[in-house]
């Protein structure tokens, strides 16, 4: 069902997550109400997302989500 969420989303999601399939993002952004969602899948990337390249990644997404919510 639809999930009433109006602010922007962003979701990482690890390729080789063996707890949560990535294909569950997919299921997750059709079910937002907000036009303004963003996936990024990571191929490397597990359910920890804690390699350095990884931890990069989140921090670069936060940082610019951040600007963008400040304008």
């Known amino acids: 069902r639809p999930i009433p969420l109006y602010c922007p989303v962003r979701l990482l999601h690890g390729m080789r997550d063996p707890d949560v399939p990535w ?34 990644r989140l921090t670069a997404t936060v940082e610019t989500l951040c600007r963008q919510v400040a304008r």
């Open 23 to 56: 294909q569950y993002s997919l299921t997750l952004i059709d079910s937002l109400q907000r036009g303004d969602v963003t996936l990024t899948l990571m191929k490397e990337g597990d359910h920890r997302l804690s390699e350095p390249a990884d931890i990069e």
